[in-house]
C-alpha cells in the first residue's frame, strides 16, 4: 500500500480514523474524498480493517496513533494487498452496505426442559389446589322412580319422580349446602356447627338438625312442609321460621305460612291420613303419593268428604276402599283410574 495518497499521508488517515485530527486535518481528508469516487472507496476500506482491530471499549490512556496504524498496517499486509480499481473495474462496482449480524441467542435443550417442568409443576400445583378449596360436585337424579340417597355427612335424602340434587363430595366449610331440582324428604344429621342449607329455585331452606319436605319443581311455589324440628325459609328480604307441623309456601314477593300437610309426604312414608277432607284434595295426594292418574267423573263428587287412614296399601285397594265408603263406582279404563257417582248423602 502507497505510504501517502495525494497529499494525505496513512498516518493523517489513522488520525482522522481515531478521531484525534485537528479540524484543519479533518478539512484535508474530507476534501481528498470528495476528489473522487476511488478515495472513497479507499478510506472506506480503512476503516473497515480499522473497526475490526479496534478496541471494544475506551482506554485511559493516551492514543498513540503511529503504534495503531502500524499494527493495523500488518493486518493489512496478512490480508489480499488492496490495490486502485481500473475504471472499468470502478463502472461496474457494487456498492456493499455492512450490517452488524444479530443472531438470536438458542437456550441450551436442558434450560428448555427444565422451563416445561416448572410450568407442567406450577399448572399441577394449581390444579390441586384449585381441587382442594372447590370439591367436585356430585349429583343424583330421578326419572320415573324415587331414590333414597346417603350424603357424606350421614343425612337422608329421599327423591321423589322426576328430582335432581347436587351436593359436594365431601362437606367442607361452614355450611353444608346442597341444590334441589324437584322434590325431596331430608331427614338431616344434626351437627350445630355446620348449619344444613337447600338451595331450590332461588329459596334458601336452612336446618341445624330435622326432617322436613321441600318441594320444589319450576312450574309451581316452593313449599316446605316440616315433620321434626325447626326450618328457616328466606327468600330475598323474606323470611319465615317453621317448626313441626308448618308449612310455608314461597310466592313471588311473599312467604305464606299454612298448616303442614303430612300426606304430601305419602310418596315416602306410603301412610294418608284424611280427616274430614274433599274428595278432590283426597285424589290429588293420591295422584302425587302413587304417581297413578285418578280422575273424577262429575263436579258432583268433588266435595265429597272423608275421614279415612291408608298404611302401605296397593293404589288398587286405596282406591276400592274410598269407593266403597263413599258409594261411588271404580273403574279402570287403560292407565287411569276413575271414581263415578251421583253425590254424596
Known amino acids: ?50 473497526d475490526h482491530t479496534a478496541a471494544m471499549k475506551k482506554s485511559s490512556a493516551q492514543v498513540n496513533t503511529d503504534a495503531a496504524w502500524n499494527k493495523m498496517k500488518g493486518k493489512m499486509a496478512a490480508n489480499k494487498t488492496v490495490t486502485p480499481l481500473p475504471e472499468a473495474s470502478t463502472r461496474e462496482a457494487k ?50 322412580n324415587t331414590k333414597e340417597q346417603l350424603l357424606p355427612d350421614g343425612t337422608k335424602v329421599f327423591l321423589n319422580y322426576n328430582s335432581r340434587l347436587t351436593y359436594p363430595e365431601n362437606f367442607k366449610g361452614d355450611l353444608r349446602t346442597v341444590s334441589l331440582q324437584g322434590e325431596a324428604f331430608f331427614d338431616v344429621k344434626p351437627d350445630a356447627a355446620h348449619p344444613f342449607v337447600i338451595q331450590a329455585n332461588g329459596t334458601e331452606i336452612r336446618v341445624l338438625g330435622t326432617s322436613f319436605n321441600v318441594k320444589a319443581y319450576s312450574e309451581a311455589p316452593v313449599r316446605v312442609d ?56 283426597v285424589v290429588a295426594s293420591i295422584r302425587d303419593g302413587y304417581h297413578v292418574d285418578v ?23 286405596t282406591l276400592s276402599v274410598i269407593a266403597e265408603t263413599l258409594d261411588l263406582n271404580l273403574r279402570k279404563e287403560g292407565k287411569v283410574y276413575w271414581l263415578d257417582g251421583n253425590g254424596c248423602q
Open 1 to 50: 500500500m502507497n505510504s501517502s495518497h495525494a497529499n494525505i499521508s496513512e498516518e493523517l488517515l489513522a488520525r482522522y480514523l481515531a478521531d484525534t485530527a485537528s479540524e484543519s486535518e479533518r478539512n484535508d481528508v474530507e476534501a481528498w474524498l470528495a476528489e473522487s469516487e476511488a478515495n472513497a472507496r479507499e478510506l472506506a476500506t480503512y476503516r473497515l480493517i480499522w
Open 226 to 281: 316440616v315433620a321434626t324440628g325447626k326450618v328457616r325459609v328466606t327468600k330475598d328480604s323474606h323470611r319465615v321460621e317453621l317448626v313441626k307441623g308448618q308449612s310455608a309456601e314461597v310466592l313471588k314477593d311473599s312467604i305464606r305460612s299454612l298448616q303442614a300437610n303430612m300426606n304430601m309426604m305419602g310418596y315416602r312414608t306410603q301412610i294418608y291420613e284424611f280427616n274430614a277432607a274433599d274428595l278432590q284434595d
Open 95 to 144: 456498492t456493499i452496505e455492512f450490517r452488524p449480524e444479530t443472531r438470536k441467542r438458542r437456550l441450551p435443550v436442558t434450560v428448555w426442559a427444565a422451563a416445561v417442568i416448572a410450568i407442567l409443576v406450577t399448572a399441577f400445583g394449581w390444579f390441586f389446589l384449585i381441587s382442594e378449596k372447590t370439591p367436585e360436585s356430585l349429583h343424583v337424579a330421578t326419572t320415573d
Open 295 to 317: 280422575r273424577l267423573s262429575n263436579e258432583k263428587i268433588a266435595q265429597c268428604r272423608l275421614t279415612i287412614r291408608f298404611e302401605k296399601e296397593p293404589v288398587d285397594a
